[in-house]
């Protein structure tokens, strides 16, 4: 039975409403309120850009980091099998107190575009990133929102988004594939939130929106016409993994990966006293985006697949090599200070968004072990 309770906090109100077996909360906070757990601003410093290409990136490192040895990351969940994700209405593999593995069936209704089953088998507690990649099933998808499982052996709902318009049809088992999309998708999905949208976004390479004429010396390398070939030759479900591995796309961007982690490694090997823990991108002359961590553990697990979704956006995003200042990347630093939307499992995470004009800074906060800020995104909104 759906439950809600409203209560003055702060200066903030909060709700609670329990759905299925989940139960959220829902903030509104005026401008002014307190800071939430985790790092503050001037805990972190950029170091010199790396550019490439249309594509700079600002390493960002502490000195200071939280322990996140405690957390499972997705790839790691379904690689081992303690997470199971599956549709809607099918049988969920549990194991129960004795330790004996059972099917069993969720009343969640059947198969739906926007929404999986997904149970946390392990002893940690899961994290989830907005963007990362699940492949099989009758679509692949993408998870919706940052968030936390914690551990138990109750299937619970996934809100998700298709980036294979083309099927309905039964497939695999649901496996990571190692993908995080890049940031023209994630965007329409962690900020937009519309289905619509999230799957334009996977056929147009790139919401950003660009100058009228675009030098012909300008990157990028993948069009418009480049995607829609490879959706015709080799991906005609519009699968998102396809379109983006195909080898009219995948040459460039491979290229692109290996020179920026080339010189990304040298840049930040040898630091004393401070650990990367995020990066601030930039494609051309504009600040686009920020992924920053609670651990620098926590980063180089996501590292690889961030870097390879950064280069897909910059391949796909016809801008010049402009040079873009550090004050620029300083600033997504900073926190932002708008009007803030939460929600939250009481005692397990908070998701926290805050909007100030074309900016959208996204924060998770895990409540246990003990509070900390795992993830904060910003991102500069395209559309």
Not at 6 to 33: D, E, K, Y
Not at 35 to 58: A, C, H, M, Q
Not at 303 to 320: C, F, M
Not at 340 to 365: A, C, F, H, N
Request: hydrophobic share 40%; aromatic share 6%.
């Amino acid at each position: 039975m759906d439950r809600s309770v409203f209560s003055l906090l702060g200066g903030s109100f909060l709700g609670f409403a329990t759905i299925g077996m989940t139960t959220l909360g829902f903030l509104c906070s005026v401008p002014g309120s307190a800071p939430p757990p985790g790092k503050g601003e001037g805990e972190w410093r950029l170091l010199d850009p790396i550019s490439y290409e249309n594509l700079t990136v600002f390493p960002v490192v502490s000195s200071s980091e939280r322990d996140t040895s405690a957390f499972l990351t997705l790839e790691e969940g379904l690689a081992s099998g303690n997470v199971v994700v599956q549709e809607q209405g099918s049988a969920a593999i549990i194991r129960d107190r004795e330790g004996v593995i059972r099917p069993t069936v969720q009343n969640y209704g059947g198969p739906s575009v926007n929404q999986l089953v997904l149970v946390n088998r392990s002893k940690q507690p899961l994290l989830l990133l907005s963007g990362e990649l699940v492949s099989g099933g009758k679509q692949d998808r993408i998870i919706a929102k940052d968030r936390i499982v914690p551990p138990g052996n109750e299937p619970l709902p996934l809100d998700v988004f298709c980036v294979e318009h083309g099927r309905w049809s039964a497939g695999s088992k649901f496996t990571s594939a190692a993908t995080i999309v890049h940031p023209s998708v994630r965007e329409q999905a962690a900020v937009n939130q519309k289905q619509a949208d999230v799957w334009a976004s996977v056929t147009a390479g790139t919401t950003a929106q660009t100058a009228a004429a675009v030098p012909p010396s300008a990157a990028p390398v993948v069009t418009v016409e480049t995607l829609a070939q490879a959706v015709q030759v080799e991906a005609p479900t519009q699968s998102y993994d396809k379109i983006y591995n195909s080898r009219r796309v995948a040459a460039s961007v491979d290229v692109m990966v290996a020179e920026v982690q080339r010189r990304f490694h040298r840049a930040t090997t040898g630091l004393k006293g401070e650990r990367v823990v995020g990066v601030v991108i930039a494609y051309g002359g504009e600040v686009a985006w920020s992924d920053i961590f609670a651990s620098s553990e926590l980063f180089h697990q996501y590292w690889n697949k961030l870097l390879r979704s950064y280069a897909v956006e910059a391949v796909a995003r016809p801008t010049l090599r402009e040079k873009v200042s550090a004050d620029e990347a300083q600033e997504f630093l900073q926190r932002v200070k708008g009007r803030e939307k939460t929600e939250s499992e009481p005692g397990v995470y908070v998701w926290r968004e805050i909007t100030e004009g074309t900016i959208s800074q996204i924060e998770l906060d895990a409540l246990q072990p003990k509070p900390m800020t795992l993830h904060r995104l910003v991102v500069r909104k395209t559309s």
